[in-house]
C-alpha cells in the first residue's frame, strides 16, 4: 500500500539512497543496506503522516528496487508456484501459478523503471533493447527465458514476459510420477537416446518442450561431446563434461555483430561434435540441422513449435525450402532420413503438460512422408495415457495393465 506517496517520490528516494548505499565505506549486505532504506524513510517528514503498514511497503518498495535483480518483480520470481510472469505495461502484472492465469496487485511506479529493468536484463546477456531494436529475446541468471517489448510498438507500454523454469532440474522420473509421459514410453526414450536416434521433439507454446529436451539430454552418456546451440540459453545440462554451448547473438545499433543460428549450427559441424543440441529451429539453421543429422552427426536433438507432428513436418519442409531452395521431394527425402523420431507435446485443458504423440520417420510414399506411431495419447483412458502401436494394431487398447507405472 503506497497511496501516500507518489511515483515521483519513490524515484527521488531510491536515487537519494543509491548515493548512500555507494558512499558506505561498510560491507554492503542485504542487512546494512535494510538498515539505511529504514533510518531514511523515518527520517522523512511524511512519514510521521503515515500508517506503520504504509512505511513498511514503501521500505520494502525501495529495497526490492535497490538491492534485487528483478527489483519488485523478485518476490513473484522467488515464488516456486509461478511459472510465467507476464507484465503488460507498468500497471498490469499477470502470473501462471498452479496453471492459473491471476491478476496479482503490483506496478511500476513509471514507464520508464520498467524500461530500466528491461535494459538491466538485456544488458546482463550482452542484448539491446530500444526504439531500433525494439524486441529482445534474454535469460535470467537462473536460465529463465525472458522475451521483452518496447512502448514504441507495444500500444500498452512495454511488454516484459518472463518464462521461469524449476530451481531443480526435472528428471524422466519426475515426468513419470506428474503423468507427463508413461514408465514404457520412458523406457523407450532412454534407449533411443542412448542408442543415438536423432529426435525432434515438437508442440505449441508452453507445452513442455523445453522441459522433455532437458530430460532427453540427461539420457546421454557422459563420455559423450555434444555442441548445444540455442538461441538464448535454457538448457540445464550438469552432467556432460566434454560440452560447448553458443548462443546467438543480436546486431548492435550500428546493424553490426549479428550472428544467428545457422551460423553457429555451420560452426559447430567443425568442432567434431557426437551430437548437436539445438534448443529450437526457427528458419534456415534447419537446413545445417538436417545435414548434419544426415552426415554421421547421430543421437542429435532439437525441438519446433508445430500443433502436430504432421504439422511440424510441413514446417520443417517450408524453413528447409526458404533456406535451401531444392525439389521439395529432394527434402523431404532429407528430413525422412535425417530425423528418426518424432516426439510430440501439448498442453490440456487442464495445465497439464503430456507427451501426446511419439513416432518414427519412415521413407516418403506419394508426396508424403510416412509415420509410424509408436506411442499415442487418448483422453478416454485412465491412469496411463499413451497406448502403445502393437495394441493399436491388435485391439487391445484397453487392457492398460503393461503400461501401469
Known amino acids: 500500500m503506497l497511496s501516500f506517496y507518489s511515483s515521483n517520490d519513490i524515484r527521488r ?21 535494510l538498515e539505511i532504506i529504514e533510518s531514511y524513510v523515518f ?6 503522516l503515515c500508517t506503520h503498514r504504509e512505511n513498511a511497503a514503501l521500505i520494502e518498495r525501495l529495497f526490492l528496487t535497490l538491492r534485487k535483480e528483478m527489483g519488485i518483480l523478485q518476490p513473484l520470481i522467488d515464488d516456486n508456484a509461478i511459472s510465467e510472469i ?25 514507464t520508464e523503471d520498467l524500461e530500466e529493468l528491461i535494459r538491466r536484463i538485456a544488458g546482463r546477456v550482452h542484448r539491446e533493447i530500444n526504439e531500433l531494436n525494439p524486441i529482445v529475446d534474454a535469460r535470467l541468471s537462473d536460465g529463465s527465458r525472458v522475451n521483452a517489448v518496447y512502448k514504441n510498438i507495444a500500444l500498452n507500454g512495454p511488454i516484459l514476459t518472463i518464462r521461469k523454469f524449476p530451481a531443480r532440474v526435472m528428471s524422466m522420473r519426475d515426468l513419470i510420477l506428474n503423468g507427463t509421459v508413461t514408465l514404457e514410453a520412458a523406457r523407450l526414450l532412454k534407449i533411443l537416446v542412448q542408442c543415438g536416434y536423432n529426435c525432434f521433439v515438437s508442440g505449441g ?19 559423450e561431446r555434444i555442441i548445444v546451440i540455442e538461441d538464448s540459453a535454457e538448457l540445464q545440462i550438469k552432467q556432460i563434461e566434454n560440452i560447448v554451448r553458443m548462443e546467438c547473438r543480436n546486431a548492435n545499433v550500428t546493424g553490426r555483430g549479428s550472428v544467428d543460428m ?28 538436417i545435414n548434419a543429422m544426415n552426415t554421421g552427426h547421430s543421437g542429435s536433438l ?7 507432428i ?22 523431404r527425402a532429407q528430413i525422412s532420413e535425417g530425423i528418426d523420431i518424432m516426439i510430440h507435446m501439448a498442453r490440456l485443458k487442464d495445465g497439464s503438460r ?20 509408436l506411442f499415442r495419447y487418448d483422453l478416454g483412458m485412465t491412469g496411463s495415457h499413451l497406448i502403445h502401436r502393437e495394441k493399436l494394431e491388435t485391439g487391445k487398447a484397453d487392457d492398460t495393465g503393461l503400461l501401469d507405472i
Open 13 to 33: 528516494y531510491a536515487s537519494d539512497i543509491r548515493l548512500l548505499l555507494m558512499e558506505s565505506s561498510e560491507e554492503m549486505t542485504d542487512d546494512r543496506a
Open 43 to 48: 527520517a522523512l517528514p511524511d512519514s510521521a
Open 86 to 110: 507476464m507484465v503488460n505495461g507498468k500497471d498490469n502484472v499477470f502470473v501462471e501459478k498452479n496453471g492459473t492465469i491471476l491478476q496479482v496487485p503490483l506496478a511500476f511506479d513509471s
Open 205 to 223: 507454446t508452453s507445452s513442455g518442450k523445453t522441459t522433455m529436451l532437458n530430460v532427453l539430454v540427461q539420457l546421454i552418456p557422459t563420455e
Open 262 to 289: 545457422a551460423q553457429l549450427v555451420k560452426a559447430s559441424l567443425r568442432m567434431r561434435p557426437d551430437r548437436i543440441i539445438i534448443g529450437e529451429v526457427r528458419g534456415g539453421e534447419v537446413f545445417h540441422m
Open 302 to 308: 532439437s525441438t519446433g513449435h508445430a500443433n502436430s
Open 310 to 331: 504432421e504439422g511440424m513436418l510441413k514446417r520443417l519442409e517450408s524453413m528447409y525450402m526458404e533456406a535451401a531452395g531444392i525439389p521439395l521431394d529432394a527434402i
Open 354 to 373: 503430456r507427451v501426446i504423440e511419439i513416432a518414427e520417420l519412415d521413407d516418403v510414399h506419394e508426396g508424403v512422408i510416412r509415420t509410424n506411431t
